[in-house]
């Protein structure tokens, strides 16, 4: 009689949660197609492009209709959802733990790059070898466990402020963006960031910046190795030994390795993101393609040879990449025109 | 005006779906302490440890609650999921493939380890070394296609047999764990496989298996190679590079790289899963720790040094193994007594 009861309930809750999701799902799709989504986004092609692909994949009734677990959507990080200039933001991050790696050793004072850093000379930190950045990155990411890292991490990203706004980087993600992560969730997608910076980083605050949790974070990964303290409490060491350098064809390696489905949609702004874009599109069925164009000198940045801009150590687009994303119908967005605001403070 | 009717509706849709959520909760609460949930488990220590678990991490008035993000619960696949004697079912698979790839290599007949399989001499089979069998698993597993290997793998595995029960591997999944995945599940525990078998292997199954999704497990790894076909289409290899044995320490490695948060919950059945353990436990909070003892030779297998049964190739329970459970207050299953039945079919 008390599993009878049970089962009623059960039942009855059952049809509710099917009739409440199809509700919900009426209203996504009314708000979709009419109560403007995507509030930050100019009216024109990229905007539509993001629209259209949403509903040939999620209406039931379309011939591109995608199932619910296949709904993948990847996001490169650095400059397509968060600033990217003047330097990375774990660039930033790396040189600013140099004085308390140096701190515990003293050794590395009077050697360089880590010399240079010291210095605070910007123009000759400026100048410094992808060799001398490495060292850096080695010294400040690996070396010690895994919950210590994150929780430097953590009190840094809280803390640390962009020069040109003075706000925490967390603050400068893009709207805009923003608003494309949720509403792709709305329909159902699982939003990742497929990222060429540091994996371990990039979780610290993933959820809090962009709602995305540590698992759905790929990124530039280093091998950790299990051991114990001295009284015998497992933990894990970050080693310097790179596992995955999620950047050009490490982007697709990596998506295959830690999610192991091919993407429906992919968004970068960068020769990095290239193959993910490119291995995106080879799947069948809609897929959606876009590349972030830094055009807007003033509300942010503009650079790339795409635009016979200066070439710059960051997020570089190429002429070739603009050629290729013709060829292969892969949407620009320009930052100029099809974004109304660029940050949620804008 | 259509803009707030469109409010009002998603309003409202919103209001019942938290509704028909609170009611699913209440009744998945109800039932997993009334209507006897894990119905193929006998009651005792271990179905209660799962059930007190549960409970104490998923009331909101527990002083123990997990939020909802944190709910992660990792699952060794071989013997702790389904069957792994006498042989682990991907070994089966490889041994299968080596005619094939002997004849697309020729010169591979008459050089072991490859000869030995193709005589098809158990005895000397059973012998092979773990060098043969690693050379056996490079020349099955890698130098072809992500999606060749996929096709190939799925084919197989729906249709071949396990001699003993004359059944498809599939078939051969503890109902109660099948159990366990689910009311894990249906108190919003995402649930993982953490296996030392391939990861590629097993995720071409593991949606329809165990309701895994392909992101969901994690497994050993090869890296894979980006390239393009002759008509210039993009491609993942699987190359002969492993990224990431997830065994033994391997495990909290492998979980780390691709959850990135310690679980909540473990469940193994061999030396092979101590370190994920040892992990799992090593986190505050409540914790679930659970070893499979397979004691059970009439119904399964009996098999492991911790019974005083003979050690063999797979799945090994050491004494040592046994005697850190107890220490630890990890909980061991009997399959002989914790198990109503074994398999869905019995």
Known sequence: MKSDINRRVAISGLALLTLSQTLLSAVAQAQGTQAAPLPSWNDGPAKQAIIDFVRVTTDQASPKFVTAEDRIATFDQDGTLWVEHPLYTQVVYCLDRVPVVVAQKPELKNREPFKTVLSGNREAIAKLSLRDLEEILIATLTGMPVETFQGEAKKWIESAKHERWNRLYAELTYQPMLEVLQYLRDYGFKTYIVTGGGQDFVRVYAQQAYGIPPEQVVGTAGGTKYGYDKDGKPFLTKEPKLLLNDNNAGKPEGIHLEIGRRPRAA???????????EYTGAGDGARLMMLVLHDDAQREYAYG?????????VGIFTQALYDEAKKDSWTVISMKNDWKRIFAFD
Chains 1, 2 share one sequence.
């Not at 968004?267 to 874009?277: E, H, I, Y």
């Not at 040879?305 to 150590?313: H, N």
Request: charged share 20%; aromatic share 4%.
């Open 267 to 277: 968004f970068g702004n960068s020769t990095g993101d290239r193959q993910m874009l």
């Open 305 to 313: 040879p795409a635009q016979g801009l200066p070439d710059t150590k």
